[in-house]
T-cell receptor, first 113, second 113 residues
């Protein structure tokens, strides 16, 4: 079992719909959670981070964290073709000697115009 | 503008050759990281450094070496001991503590010829 799991997709949604991206993690001690967007051939860019259970909203993006169920999700409202990218989930947890950030393999999102 | 600069964008390595990837940041971040990305896989940590003249191995350090002589610079050398070096290499930085995610450079795509 991978430490951070994401459905590889592609997830296809029509323009204007809500895209829901999910991520599960195995270490209950994980403390910080991040979503990155990566366009094809480009480097990842940070979209959001969340530490506490519940929702965190930033514009069209909402991150949701449920530590009891060990999942974190990203909702993208009013999806646009420009949102088509791979979305990486990252989890930061304590490791011997310090913290460690683990990345999932990413979910490809395709927004149809 | 602050950011991370990676060079070159594309690099071709012959069998048995060592090559060095450059990473420079002007964000005044203490921590710097090197990741490798292969298709369908999450980012894997090669090396990281939290202070000048000190660095730690990540999960896949074999066949790689780094130095941190200046806060702004964290070059990665891919040695001939790395048997499968073809990949997309990403440099990242963050303040310490690393609570707010990483800033990534634009990446170097290395191909063995």
């Amino acid at each position: 079992q991978k430490e951070v799991e994401q459905n590889s997709g592609p997830l296809s949604v029509p323009e204007g719909a809500i895209a829901s991206l999910n991520c599960t993690y195995s270490d209950r001690g994980s403390q910080s959670f991040f979503w990155y967007r990566q366009y094809s051939g480009k480097s990842p860019e940070l979209i959001m981070f969340i530490y506490s259970n519940g929702d965190k909203e930033d514009g069209r993006f909402t991150a949701q964290l449920n530590k009891a169920s060990q999942y974190v999700s990203l909702l993208i409202r009013d999806s646009q073709p420009s949102d088509s990218a791979t979305y990486l989930c990252a989890v930061r947890r304590w490791n011997t000697g310090g913290f460690k950030t683990i990345f999932g393999a990413g979910t490809r999102l395709f927004v149809k115009a | 503008d602050g950011g991370i600069t990676q060079s070159p964008k594309y690099l071709f390595r012959k069998e048995g050759q060592n090559v060095t990837l450059s990473c420079e940041q002007n964000l005044n971040h203490d921590a710097m990281y090197w990741y490798r990305q292969d298709p369908g896989q999450g980012l894997r940590l090669i090396y990281y450094s939290q202070i000048v003249n000190d660095f730690q191995k990540g999960d896949i350090a074999e066949g790689y070496s780094v130095s941190r002589e200046k806060k702004e610079s964290f070059p990665l050398t891919v040695t001939s001991a790395q048997k499968n070096p073809t990949a997309f290499y990403l440099c990242a930085s963050s303040p310490i503590p690393e609570n707010y995610g990483y800033t990534f450079g634009s990446g170097t795509r290395l191909t063995v010829v």
